[in-house]
Structure formats: C-alpha cells, structure tokens
C-alpha cells in the first residue's frame, strides 16, 4: 500500500488510467478481429469486399489513434496496418 498522500493520488489515478486503457485495447482488438472474420467471409459470400474494407479503413483509423495516445507502439501499429492491407489486398486481386 502507498505510504504518503500523493503515492495515494498516483495509485488511483494508475487505476482510473488502467481501465480506460484495457476498454480501448479491447476495442482495438475487437476492430482488428472483425476485419479478420470479414475478409474469412468474403469467400464464401457471406460479405463483401466493400464491407471489408470499410472495415479495413475503421481499423486503420482506430490503430493510428491508438499509436498516438502511446497505448500501442507505432511500429506495431504499422505492422498490423500492413498486413491487414495485404490481407484485403489479397480477395480483391483474383
């Protein structure tokens, strides 16, 4: 337990600044996963490209912010942009 007053303020506001930061990791995740699932779908008919990528682009969006708020490495928000590019660039090419 903290042992003076402001370690006391640091340590709620470590917690409040915790649970924002796994409410928007968590919808990161879910915003990557859906482009996944989506880009799955498209072969069997069950979505179209269009909606993959409206979601690509909502997954890009949400990743960039993420970079910038520092709750991802912008390096790992690259990467996953990039495959996810690729992942969609790859239905639409045949």
């Known amino acids: ?16 600044r915790r ?14 996963k859906k482009v996944r699932t989506t880009a799955a779908a498209v072969p069997t ?20 912010q993420s970079a910038a708020k520092h709750l991802i490495h912008r390096n790992k928000a690259a990467r996953d942009k990039s495959r996810l590019t ?4 790859a239905l639409s090419a045949p």
């Not at 649970?19 to 990557?32: E, I």
């Open 86 to 89: 690729k992942l969609v660039n």
């Open 45 to 64: 008919g069950a979505k179209t490209i269009d909606e993959t990528k409206a979601a690509l682009q909502l997954a890009i969006k949400k990743l960039d």
């Open 1 to 16: 337990m903290p042992n003076t007053d402001s370690a006391r303020r640091a340590l709620r506001k470590d917690e409040r």
């Open 19 to 32: 649970v924002r930061n796994k409410q928007a990791r968590s919808t990161l995740r879910t915003t990557v």
